[in-house]
């Protein structure tokens, strides 16, 4: 087991995958933690690594390096089987650099139609999580975690960002994460299952 550090700078600038990690974390360690935003003079991260786990690190790292503190970082995805693992860790920018959510909805649901993936059993695809967690002295701890699913013919749902409107998780109730309350996505999410890894991982 790793210690826990008084005070935690957020690698991630997505204010939606924040809130995210904000919820878990106070849920396992309550204010025993100070969970610290990413500071807005600390330059974006290129996120050049072929893999989550290079992309987690790279950004945790930088953003330890910069402010002193241990840095939790991120890096996640949606992997389609009929798209040969796509979007993968282009997920945020599947559409290009600056694509929106439904930019990258849009295109994904397109190239299932391109490739004749009509059928469920034909759109199986999975979410994956890696957080780093990285100590200024140069520790590191790391946290995986992944759910299964299908991506539905249409997006379903308000709730959640990214690809939420069109994952249909198989431990759900036949519904989309985004059709889901934070609590339920949580409780199965690849996030939910890779901060509860890291969380089992650090000693209070």
């Keep these: 087991m790793a210690p826990l550090p008084d005070r935690i700078v957020l690698a ?3 204010p939606k995958k924040v809130a995210e990690i904000r919820d878990l974390l106070a849920a ?7 969970l610290v935003p ?15 786990v290079g992309n987690a690190r790279l950004k945790a790292v930088a953003l330890c390096e910069a402010t002193g503190l241990a840095a939790l970082a991120d ?8 798209l040969g693992g796509e979007p993968g860790v282009r997920s945020a920018r599947y559409a290009g650099d600056d694509a929106t959510d439904l930019d990258n909805v849009d295109l994904l649901l397109n190239e299932l139609l391109r490739q004749g993936a009509v059928d469920r059993d034909d759109r199986t695809a999975r979410f994956r999580c890696v957080l780093v967690l990285r100590y200024p002295d140069g520790r590191e701890v790391v946290a995986k975690g992944h759910v299964e699913g299908w991506i539905t013919g249409a997006r379903h749902g308000s709730n959640g960002f990214g690809y939420d409107p069109v994952f249909q ?7 989309t994460f985004a059709q889901m309350s934070p609590e339920k996505k949580h409780a199965i999410s690849h996030r939910g299952r890779a901060l509860a890894t890291l969380v089992a991982k650090l000693r209070p």
């Design 169 to 175: 998780p198989v431990e759900g109730t036949g519904t």
């Design 12 to 14: 991630s600038a997505n």
């Design 38 to 52: 990413r500071p807005d003079d600390v330059p974006e991260v290129v996120e050049d690594a072929p893999d989550f």
């Design 75 to 82: 890096d996640s995805g949606l992997e389609v089987d009929a």
């Design 28 to 34: 396992a360690f309550g204010d025993a933690v100070e």
